[in-house]
């Protein structure tokens, strides 16, 4: 008796019977073994190459691999076989969409819609795509029809809850953003209890859940301040590198998500802090500064910084002092999450990239706050852009505060150091990608959440080239003022 064939084990052959191969890779892709699929379907396609359901199925799964190049050459072949099919137009779009072709994906979204007008997934997929263009209003009137058809899908509802948050409808967006919770990928971190919802809270425990990224942790923890003032016991769990920040400025009990789940009466996301308390566009508060440094960690800090200072004119006397300006590059990958991923990959550059900021040398120590595997750029720095790197001294967000809070300037990509120097008050100058986060809006080069803020956005995708020029330019008048 023969072993059976392992799971995803592609049938090389091309001897093989077509049909069983064929039966195979459909087998392949409802289990949802896209890798073992695209192996059986490489060898099946050159066997019938007028196949377009072969090539449509090739297609779906190289799509969920993100492969995306070699997605759009199988779709397009497909497409130019049978235009007629609206399922294979709206891949199409998905894919140019997540190459950031976006002109190619409206065109393919638009000739789905005219094939089937009420198809759910093209609907979304133009909604998606004229939001990631800056076109929030366009986007909602492809939303609203989609979710007239389908009002209970949460991953739908998320989706439209951007375009509003984006065109700065705070009420309507964070309302409809609390659907997020109702999605696969968020209801596996929450905790298990009744959540608040805007209620009376006093003389109950109420539990602070730091839901998303650092980043959202940091942006959205402003609003504890106003809890205080409802009569109720705080208690907040977040990541560990977040903890000794949180409990040195909120003062109130901080464990982290290593820990047992605490004792709680009730339980709120952050990011479901401004929907409860009712906060809109004109109501973001403590834009000004709302986190607070240890005055311990920034004394250490400010001895490090005083020996770089005399180092420096120890080796060339000057008569200023040098601009301190922090300095990163690269987001934290999450490779686990395909969206992050992708989107982690659109906000990230390379040190290299700021080259033209090495004009402005003379007048500026760089620091580099760049944390992970991306940190080691700052050993190679671009001709003339030296970087002082004393990263190997941070532990945590409450070290990182406290260099932050000592320096003129952050200038950063849209991670969560650009958000934490905007919680402590400095200034900091964000680069940001074509299709920025719906918390930056649309067409501005300012925020409601930071008042230091200043954003310079890519105006194509992958340009990252204007918006550095205009920072360097920026900064030279930031050098000569100084």
């Known amino acids: 008796m023969s072993s059976p064939t392992a799971v995803g084990t592609p049938l090389h052959s091309t001897t093989a019977d077509p049909a069983a191969q064929s039966t195979a890779a459909d087998a392949a892709l409802q289990r949802g073994d896209y890798a073992g699929a695209v192996d059986l379907l490489h060898t099946l ?30 779709l397009s072949r497909a497409v130019s076989l049978d235009p007629r099919r609206h399922g294979a137009w709206s891949n199409l779009g998905t894919v140019c969409l997540e190459l950031q072709r976006y002109d190619d994906a409206i065109a393919a979204f638009a000739n789905a819609l005219r094939l089937k007008p009420d198809h759910g997934p093209a609907l979304s997929g133009m909604g998606v795509t004229l939001r990631r263009r800056g076109l929030p ?9 989609a979710v007239a058809a389908s009002p209970d899908d949460a991953d739908l509802r998320t989706a439209r809850s951007f375009a509003y948050l984006a065109g700065g409808d705070y009420r309507r967006g964070f ?32 539990l ?47 464990s982290s998500t290593d820990e047992a789940l605490p004792v709680f ?19 973001v508060p ?23 200072l005399a180092s420096r004119f120890a080796e060339r006397p000057s008569r200023r002092p040098p601009l301190k300006v922090g300095l990163v590059w690269s987001g934290a990958k999450r490779p686990w999450h395909v969206q992050t991923t992708l989107m982690d990959e659109r906000r990230s550059t390379s040190l290299s ?17 760049q944390i992970g595997s991306p940190a080691a750029e700052a050993t190679s720095p671009p001709p003339g852009l030296p970087v002082i790197d004393h990263t190997g001294r941070i532990g945590d967000f409450a070290d990182t505060a406290g260099l932050v809070s000592l320096l003129d300037l952050v200038i950063a990509v849209d991670t969560s150091t650009a958000h934490l120097a905007g919680a402590l008050g400095r200034p900091v100058w964000m680069l940001s990608r074509y299709d920025q986060c719906w918390r930056w809006l649309t067409t501005r080069d300012d925020t409601p959440w930071y008042d230091t803020m200043r954003i310079y956005t890519q ?23 100084a």
């Open 45 to 74: 396609v050159p066997m019938r190459p007028g196949d377009v359901r072969l090539l449509l199925n090739l297609g779906g799964a190289l799509k969920e691999l993100a492969r995306f190049d070699e997605a759009l050459s199988v």
């Open 175 to 206: 309302a409809e953003y609390e659907w997020r919770l109702h999605t696969r990928t968020c209801t596996a971190g929450l905790p298990r209890g009744p959540s608040w919802k805007g209620e009376p809270l006093a003389g109950r425990t109420l």
């Open 353 to 369: 990239t700021l080259a033209p900021l090495a004009r402005c040398a003379d007048g500026i120590s760089f620091y580099s706050l």
């Open 208 to 254: 602070l859940h730091g839901e998303g990224g650092l980043g959202d942790i940091l942006q959205f923890c402003r609003f504890i301040p106003l809890l205080r003032a409802m009569d109720c016991r705080l208690i907040m769990r977040v990541p560990p590198p977040l903890v000794r920040l949180m409990s040195r400025t909120f003062e109130i009990p901080v």
């Open 265 to 283: 009466d009730l339980f709120c996301t952050l990011m479901s802090l401004p929907y409860a308390l009712g906060m809109t566009i004109d109501t």
């Open 459 to 481: 105006p194509a995708p992958f340009d990252w080239t204007t918006p550095v020029e205009a920072m360097a330019n920026d900064l030279a008048r930031l050098v000569d003022a």
């Open 137 to 145: 209003t366009e986007a909602l009137t492809f939303f609203d029809i």
């Open 286 to 308: 403590f834009s000004d500064r709302y986190l607070a440094a240890d005055p311990d960690i920034v004394a250490g800090w400010r001895a490090v910084l005083d020996r770089d």
